[in-house]
T-cell receptor, first 112, second 116 residues
């Protein structure tokens, strides 16, 4: 089965802790993306990566960090600097930037 | 700068009746347009895409959309709603500028409810 996996589905953390969300794809896609979704809003881009060892900030990168050491993996770290981390986080990939994106099932992060 | 406006935040239709979800966009260049569907607590699934070929685009599950440049619209339709169509729908615009930059902009979503 080809696709994008995100783990875990639900994640709970205490305020002040860093947390890393996993995203893996076996579609052989070059580009990968992280989005944040809040109720009643569209998706907002956090970071994206066009190739291995390269990534760029999206619209709301503050308080987040990423790495792209392998083509199939693009983990997102939500740091304690992120003021409102509770949200639904979606990872996506595409053959290249500009082509349609395929989404993972998402991780719902709750920080208390 | 590009933008997307989904004109209705919530649409309710009876099962078996037509569905219309409205989307208007603005773009400085020739855009690509997409519709995605999201079921509760799930990722987004691509329904259909327009990339400057035929203006009437057919997608999965009986959905289709028509690109109307003069009206800057890309409305999503389906002739007969099914209970399984109940979900959130997102209209997305992607434009490729002459400088090689590309960006996806998502609408705020339309929640479709199907009445039995």
């Amino acid at each position: 089965d080809g696709g994008i996996t995100q783990s875990p589905k639900y994640l709970f953390r205490k305020e002040g802790q860093n947390v890393t969300l996993s995203c893996e794809q076996n579609l052989n896609h070059d580009a990968m993306y992280w989005y944040r979704q809040d109720p009643g809003q569209g998706l907002r881009l956090i970071y994206y990566s066009q190739i291995v060892n390269d990534f760029q900030k999206g619209d709301i990168a503050e308080g987040y960090s990423v790495s792209r050491e392998k083509k199939e993996s693009f983990p997102l770290t939500v740091t304690s600097a992120q003021k409102n981390p509770t949200a639904f986080y979606l990872c996506a990939s595409s053959i290249q930037k500009g082509y349609e994106q395929y989404f993972g099932p998402g991780t719902r992060l709750t920080v208390t | 700068a590009q933008s997307v406006t989904q004109l209705d935040s919530h649409v309710s239709v009876s099962e078996g009746t037509p569905v219309l979800l409205r989307c208007n966009y603005s773009s400085s260049y020739s855009p690509s347009l997409f519709w995605y569907v999201q079921h509760p607590n799930k990722g987004l699934q691509l329904l259909l895409k327009y990339t400057s070929a035929a203006t009437l685009v057919k997608g999965i599950n009986g959905f289709e959309a028509e690109f109307k440049k003069s009206e800057t619209s890309f409305h999503l339709t389906k002739p007969s709603a099914h209970m399984s169509d109940a979900a959130e729908y997102f209209c997305v615009v992607s434009e490729q500028s002459n400088f090689g930059n590309e960006k996806l902009t998502f609408g705020t979503g339309t929640r479709l409810t199907i009445i039995p």
